[in-house]
């Protein structure tokens, strides 16, 4: 079973950093994809970036390229986002998500290729 716990979420100003954190609880961390989406008041649910913790090869949208990082660390299990000059557009709900194996690109980037979530942490961006 594998558990799923963010934080780090909050208030902040366009242009500010927020750094999220997601403590994972599996039995072996190795061959996992680790994934962060976010979902907008009334949108859909939208990968941001995702991790595979097999090579630590990581993957990132368009629109969070050259923004945010992400990032784990082995002891405990956890995987970072690093957000820089966060946009009142990156507003919204973030979830910390998982799946067994690799990160396909049809997998990381939809929210039905991931298999586990967390119940997400709010970041609001104001102009």
């Known amino acids: 079973q594998v558990q799923l716990l963010e934080s780090g979420g909050g208030s902040v100003s366009a242009g500010e950093s927020v750094r999220l954190s997601c403590r994972a609880t599996?039995?072996?961390?190795?061959?996992?994809?680790m994934g962060w989406f976010r979902q907008g008041q009334g949108k859909e649910r939208d990968a941001v970036a995702a991790?595979?913790?097999?090579?630590?090869?990581?993957f990132y949208t368009d629109s969070a390229k050259g923004r945010f990082t992400i990032s784990r660390d082995n002891a405990p299990s956890s995987q970072f986002l690093q957000m820089n000059t966060l946009k009142p557009e990156d507003s919204g709900m973030y979830y910390c998500?998982?799946?067994?194996?690799?990160?396909?690109?049809?997998?990381?980037?939809?929210?039905?290729?991931?298999?586990?979530w967390g119940q997400g942490t709010q970041v609001t961006v104001s102009s």
């Open positions: 998500a998982a799946r067994r194996g690799g990160c396909p690109q049809i997998a990381w980037t939809r929210s039905d290729g991931m298999d586990y």
């Open positions: 599996m039995g072996s961390a190795n061959g996992y994809c």
């Open positions: 991790l595979y913790t097999g090579t630590g090869y990581t």
